[in-house]
């Protein structure tokens, strides 16, 4: 089983800050690696897809990078709406699929 | 847009089968590029794929090694919706049940979540 791991666990960042969340596979995923936010009450959200291609109707300021065990996911500047939390997951063969335990952005 | 719409009980008892619908809009779930697939979340155990149902001439399933033998995922083309049976519950198996769709590899639309609590 291939383990995710995202760091920190939690951050602490004023509105309009950068962002930088990373994640780490035990083994290589290619670009087989998505990102998601996740709001309290709500289901996970497809942010990012193949390590850097936006889902629809994700504005510009997420981004992804990253290929084989190291990832980030970039929001350039932060948004009131963005606070959340983002996990990541790889998705590197059929059936093979891991989330991390997610990483907590929160108001400083 | 693709919507799902899950419903099902808040409330199983241990031993028994814990059982959650979704229902589907903007797609079919005979749909023979895309598979429908059950994950859960838990504070103990995190985000946790469950299975899948896939139409490919024929129905398939796959689970996770981790709950088979008690997982049953299956269709109803006349409702257009898919439904999660988990036998022999147990506290363990409290969580939030999340259907989605996955296309390419890629879980791209999620339903709402049910909360499914395992206590007598």
């Known amino acids: 089983e291939i383990v995710m791991t995202q760091s920190p666990a939690t951050l602490s960042v004023s509105p309009g800050e950068r962002v930088t969340l990373s994640c780490r596979a035990s083994q290589s995923v290619s670009s087989h690696l998505a990102w998601y936010q996740q709001k309290p009450g709500q289901a996970p959200r497809l942010l990012i897809h193949?390590?850097?291609t936006r889902a629809t109707g994700i504005p510009a300021r997420f981004s992804g990078s990253g290929s084989g065990t190291e990832f980030t996911l970039t929001i350039s500047s932060l948004q009131s709406e963005d606070f959340a939390v983002y996990y990541c997951q790889q998705y590197s063969k059929w059936l093979s699929y891991s989330f991390g335990q997610g990483t907590k952005v929160d108001i400083k | 847009q693709v919507q799902l719409q899950q419903s099902g009980p808040g409330l199983v008892k241990p031993s028994q089968t814990l059982s959650v619908t979704c229902a589907i809009s903007?797609?079919?779930?005979?749909?023979?590029?895309?598979?429908w697939n059950w994950i859960r979340q838990s504070p103990s155990r995190g985000l946790e794929w469950l299975g899948n149902l896939y139409f490919r001439s024929n129905w398939y399933n796959d689970y996770a090694e981790s709950v088979r033998g008690r997982i049953t995922i299956n269709p109803d083309t006349s409702k257009n919706q898919l439904s999660l049976q988990l036998d022999s519950v147990t506290p363990e198996d409290t969580a939030v049940y999340y259907c989605?769709?996955?296309?390419?590899?890629?879980?791209?639309?999620w339903g709402q979540g049910t909360l499914v609590t395992v206590s007598s």
């Open positions: 193949g390590a850097s």
């Open positions: 989605a769709r996955q296309q390419s590899l890629i879980f791209d639309f």
């Open positions: 903007g797609d079919s779930v005979s749909n023979n590029i895309v598979a």
